[in-house]
């Protein structure tokens, strides 16, 4: 299902949003896995728990729709 896709997960440094990324690491392997917040300093904590070259991190709200659109065409 999520094999060799691209997968944006807005709320992506919450509890949901880690356990998450925590699944879909475990099994699957996505091209892209996107994490898409607007805490800094949690995402410095996640990429300290997840090495995965897969991930990207990105800053925002998903109420700039703006913002939300551009990560997503990436």
């Given at each position: 299902?999520?094999?060799?896709?691209?997968?944006?997960?807005?709320?992506?440094?919450?509890?949901?949003?880690?356990?998450?990324?925590?699944?879909?690491?475990?099994?699957?392997?996505?091209?892209?896995?996107?994490?898409?917040?607007?805490?800094?300093?949690k995402q410095f904590e996640m990429?300290?728990?997840?090495?995965?070259?897969c991930i990207q991190y990105f800053?925002?709200?998903?109420?700039?729709a703006s913002r939300l659109n551009?990560?997503?065409?990436?």
């Amino acid at each position: 299902m999520f094999n060799n896709q691209s997968v944006l997960v807005t709320g992506g440094t919450g509890s949901f949003g880690k356990a998450f990324v925590k699944h879909i690491l475990k099994h699957y392997r996505p091209k892209r896995l996107m994490i898409y917040s607007r805490d800094e300093l949690k995402q410095f904590e996640m990429q300290q728990e997840f090495s995965d070259p897969c991930i990207q991190y990105f800053i925002g709200d998903v109420r700039d729709a703006s913002r939300l659109n551009t990560v997503y065409q990436r």
